[in-house]
């Protein structure tokens, strides 16, 4: 497992410097995952409009992994200067503010169209409320997460 850990930190770097990006990649464990972790001064150019080259960046590490382990590896996710993790938490915030505005007026709250590792987050994060249920409705890339008041109560 450490090997694959070190190709794929390798696969990090490699790809930096082929688009002429200086950063210092670091490995973070976490209870379900693998973070690569990516400290740079270029973090906009990685990060991207709404996260959306971070989310090709993962996708494309994953991809030559793929190709050169022979296999898919262990779950990982790449993070630049704590982007992710931040984006989380507002995303959880917003959640726990949006389910509190549902259960105060008994509507339905659509919010703005996300990513699904986004969705999952509110997904996720709003299992701690049963009088809230959560949707995702929309075609990709426009697809939401609605809340709604549970149905099965009074």
Do not use: C, W
């Not at 200067?81 to 339905?108: G, P, T």
Request: charged content about 30%; cysteine-free.
């Amino acid at each position: 497992m450490g090997e694959e850990k070190e190709k794929i930190k390798e696969i990090v770097e490699e790809l930096l410097a082929k688009i002429g990006t200086f950063g210092e990649v670091s490995i973070l464990e976490t209870a379900d995952n693998t973070q690569f972790q990516i400290r740079t001064q270029e973090a906009g150019l990685l990060i991207g409009e709404g996260g959306e080259n971070l989310i090709a960046l993962n996708h494309l590490v994953k991809r030559i992994t793929e190709a050169r382990l022979g296999r898919i590896p262990a779950p990982f996710s790449i993070d630049v200067n704590d982007y992710q993790k931040q984006r989380a938490e507002e995303i959880k915030d917003l959640a726990r503010l949006s389910a509190q505005r549902v259960r105060y007026f008994k509507k339905e709250i659509q919010l703005k169209p996300m990513s699904s590792y986004e969705r999952r987050i509110v997904h996720s994060i709003l299992t701690e409320y049963p009088d809230i249920m959560t949707q995702s409705t929309g075609e990709e890339p426009n697809r939401k997460v609605v809340i709604k008041p549970f149905e099965g109560k009074s």
